[in-house]
């Protein structure tokens, strides 16, 4: 073992060594960096989501949940509270107003805030940890306008008597139910018997929130959905918040996408640098194997030390990573005020498997290739010939890659088409490659420039535009994505989104509602809203009870908010069949609900709407952006077709500074229910600017995994661009010609790889941002154009400062060195 080292110390002078160790290092550090940070915002962006629910899971019910749920989760030491929600009245003097009454527990919400304000329009303040004192109530604004009632007011609900002491102005679970037509009153559950409300017939909801360590959550819920009843179900972040989760999903799939990538730019610069380092031990091995040291304990030997250098850099790569991402989360804790929680252990594994993987699968090819060629072949410089040895280097590249894609995807079926992308990728890069560099070269002859070098059969300048291109390939392509997912964002939540839904509408209120906004300089469109149950599918009666899917049998329990609209709404994309022409019927349906209830294209719905039945086809999908915050449908009918139906309106509008119009709104149209999703609208825009920054941070990293590339690139090279410009000094090259040679060739190299890079990038940019982020298909040349430039001013200027140095040394030094 003592002498395994001391042969690792004697290599660790070398530079290709230490040039490998550094690569190794960049490598687990910008894989370990990501993971790190895309799991601390992952777990961010959840706990961001799930103040939207109150908890971490909720359990809902119809029926009051039995105690052995509330013990089981106990016993985990998991956090619970529990809610009871139905309609009721409340009366202040002679005034009734219909409520949502909310009894809470103690410790509620355990995720999110509970905030309050002192009157109507009052600043708002946090009172987390808090709730209604006993004969207390809160509720919102939308109850004192009704009643004409004033914080400190006595009102009466069921048998008892409360004091309304604050104005509810934002409840976590609030973006659950943007449609509450009654406005919500929080009691304390302590005073919900005294009402006498609450009996075995009463129409109810009952839910339980649980929170606590994911493992312990993730462990209850497989624990708990084997025991649910019919009228049980759960509720999470990826089931309820369609907004949210769209932004999850899209974040989520960047940060895979991104740590994939650099994963590849990675493995770019490791089998480069391990190539060069095996070309260096050509004399040493000889002198081994001539001294009789057998091929095992070479390879024993190389491995080793090869082994130990890829521990050490794997244990500074996940310090490094560690640090990096702490500084990053710390800086994103500053300038936004969000302190990301700490991440999971597992990236720091991945951060070691990495540098294992990458150095057997890329170092391990060259290295068979060194320890099976005899000691005369090595000294004659003819190593084994690549068709002995290429199917090996084939497999173990292949399975390097394969098994670096899943450490990130964790999905081999993924992995395996990435895989087979990247490989398609490479060779049309390298037959490209060729056909431009003949071309090029040809192009140089007829046009007489003595100093380009022969560059059209030559396999080191193929070799470097493959490499320039993958890299410049994989930037290139997250710059597309990241900026089109950004702008995306950006549309779907302006700064004059929508603030406030509008409902129950009534048919003749909407002109003077119109003018009463318009009045105020606040744009508003109306949409008729019509109720309506799903019957029969293609004349078949449908019942919940036929369906196994629980969605879908809630879908199918409840009435659909129907529209009809001639104009099609800006918020969806139109992926079937044709919008409604003028004067024909039919139904529109959103892409979702019709995989859900098993209907589609040419099928024929059957609606209840108030005891008449109505029969359209089904003429269009659609899919719907529910992050719009505009008023979306699963179902909308054809103009004309439904206008006879009973229906009230719908619109939403901005007020932002002019908030305190909603009371003088209320007291002109009363029948008229006011929504404020402002509270909403700033978790999404929060969860959104998060995501943001995440995106632009991961993107530096990756961005630093291409500089490594291409420094390794460079530098693997070098010993062969010493020998050549040895030799064109000694033939009388002056500096000058030199020069304009590196400058030349480098500049052509980059520009001809950021052209192949910008190419493939903008083709699968449009694929990728299509099928994976739902981003819409626009082409685009300035991938090509952006490629082009950056490759060649970026490539030109690292090869020219790499060769700097070997411009004014003699020939004799530079074949010493």
């Not at 009466?156 to 037509?181: A, I």
């Not at 932004?247 to 740590?259: D, E, H, I, N």
């Not at 952006?625 to 008023?631: A, G, L, N, T, Y």
């Not at 590339?709 to 010609?737: D, P």
């Amino acid at each position: 073992m003592k002498l395994l080292l001391r042969h690792w110390w004697q290599r660790w002078r070398m530079p290709e060594l230490r040039l490998l160790f550094i690569a190794l290092i960049v490598s687990v550090t910008v894989v370990t960096t990501v993971g790190f940070f895309a799991s601390r915002v992952e777990n961010a962006m959840q706990q961001q989501a799930r103040q939207l629910l109150g908890g971490d899971v909720v359990l809902v019910s119809s029926r009051p949940i039995t105690p052995d749920y509330l013990q089981q989760a106990q016993a985990l030491g998991l956090e619970t509270a529990h809610t009871t929600s139905f309609p009721t009245m409340v009366s202040f003097g002679e005034q009734l107003q219909l409520s949502q009454l909310k009894a809470v527990s103690g410790g509620y919400p355990l995720r999110g805030e509970l905030r309050v304000a002192p009157a109507p329009d009052s600043p708002e303040i946090t009172v987390t940890g808090q709730l209604p004192g006993r004969g207390e109530l809160w509720a919102e604004a939308r109850l004192f306008a009704a009643l004409g009632a004033k914080p400190g007011a006595q009102v009466q609900v069921g048998r008892s008597n409360f004091t309304l002491t604050q104005v509810l102005t934002h409840e976590p679970e609030r973006g659950n139910n943007l449609f509450q037509l009654a406005p919500v009153v929080l009691m304390n559950a302590e005073d919900l018997p005294a009402t006498q409300l609450l009996s075995p017939a009463s129409r109810a909801s009952f839910s339980q929130l649980f929170a606590g360590d994911a493992r312990k959550i993730q462990q209850w819920q497989t624990t708990l959905k084997p025991l649910l009843k019919p009228t049980e179900r759960i509720r999470t972040v990826k089931e309820d918040l369609a907004s949210v989760q769209q932004t999850l999903q899209r974040s989520t799939r960047f940060l895979g996408l991104a740590a994939v990538l650099s994963v590849v730019l990675a493995g770019a610069a490791v089998v480069l640098t391990a190539t060069s380092l095996m070309r260096r031990q050509l004399s040493a091995v000889a002198v081994l194997k001539a001294m009789g040291m057998s091929r095992q304990q070479v390879l024993w030997d190389h491995a080793v030390s090869l082994l130990l250098t890829a521990l050490l850099a794997a244990a500074v790569g996940v310090l490094l990573g560690l640090l990096l991402q702490w500084g990053l989360g710390l800086w994103l804790a500053q300038s936004l005020g969000k302190v990301l929680p700490a991440p999971g252990a597992m990236p720091a594994l991945n951060g070691l498997l990495t540098a294992v993987i990458l150095l057997l699968g890329f170092a391990l090819p060259p290295l068979l290739r060194l320890v099976n060629t005899s000691p005369m072949q090595i000294l004659q410089g003819a190593l084994q010939q690549p068709s002995q040895a290429l199917w090996v280097a084939v497999v173990s590249v292949l399975l390097a890659v394969l098994g670096l894609l899943w450490l990130q995807a964790r999905d081999i079926a993924l992995a395996g088409m990435v895989l087979l992308g990247l490989v398609a990728g490479v060779t049309l890069f390298w037959v490209l490659a060729v056909w431009l560099l003949t071309a090029a070269q040809r192009l140089g002859k007829r046009a007489g420039w003595g100093w380009m070098p022969a560059l059209g059969r030559s396999r080191r300048a193929i070799l470097l535009v493959v490499v320039f291109a993958t890299g410049l390939f994989a930037l290139l392509l997250l710059t597309t994505v990241r900026t089109d997912l950004l702008e995306r964002w950006q549309e779907t939540l302006p700064a004059d989104a929508p603030d406030h839904f509008l409902i129950n509408i009534q048919p003749a209120e909407v002109a003077p509602l119109q003018q009463f906004l318009a009045a105020q300089s606040v744009n508003a469109a109306f949409y008729p809203m019509i109720r309506g149950r799903l019957v029969a599918v293609n004349g078949k009666p449908v019942t919940p009870q036929a369906l196994e899917d629980q969605r879908a049998q809630r879908l199918l329990e409840r009435e659909f908010n129907l529209s009809s609209s001639a104009d099609f709404p800006a918020s969806n994309v139109l992926l079937q069949g044709q919008w409604f022409d003028t004067g024909v019927s039919g139904f529109s349906i959103e892409k979702g609900i019709g995989e859900t209830l098993k209907f589609g294209m040419g099928d024929t719905l059957t609606f209840d709407i108030a005891g008449q039945q109505v029969t359209q086809p089904i003429t269009s999908v659609r899919e719907v952006r529910w992050d719009s915050m505009q008023p979306n449908f699963f179902v909308i009918a054809a103009p004309g077709s439904v206008d006879n139906m009973p229906q009230t309106h719908i619109t939403s509008i901005h007020l932002g500074e002019k908030k305190p119009l909603v009371t003088a709104l209320i007291r002109q149209f009363p029948s008229v229910t006011v929504i404020d999703v402002g509270a909403v609208l700033a978790q999404i825009r929060g969860l959104i600017e998060q995501v943001s920054m995440a995106v632009q941070g991961i993107f530096v990293f990756t961005l630093l995994s291409g500089v490594v590339v291409l420094v390794a690139a460079l530098q693997s090279q070098q010993a062969e661009r010493r020998r050549e410009i040895a030799i064109l000094k000694s033939l009388g090259a002056r500096r000058g010609l030199l020069q304009r040679r590196i400058w030349g060739e480098f500049l052509l190299l980059g520009g001809l790889a950021g052209i192949l890079a910008g190419a493939l990038a903008m083709s699968v940019g449009i694929v990728v941002g299509y099928f994976l982020f739902d981003l819409p298909v626009h082409l685009s040349v300035w991938p090509v154009l952006v490629g082009g430039v950056s490759g060649s001013v970026l490539v030109g200027v690292a090869g020219y400062w790499n060769l700097r140095g070997l411009l004014d040394v003699l020939p004799l030094g530079l074949l010493k060195a």
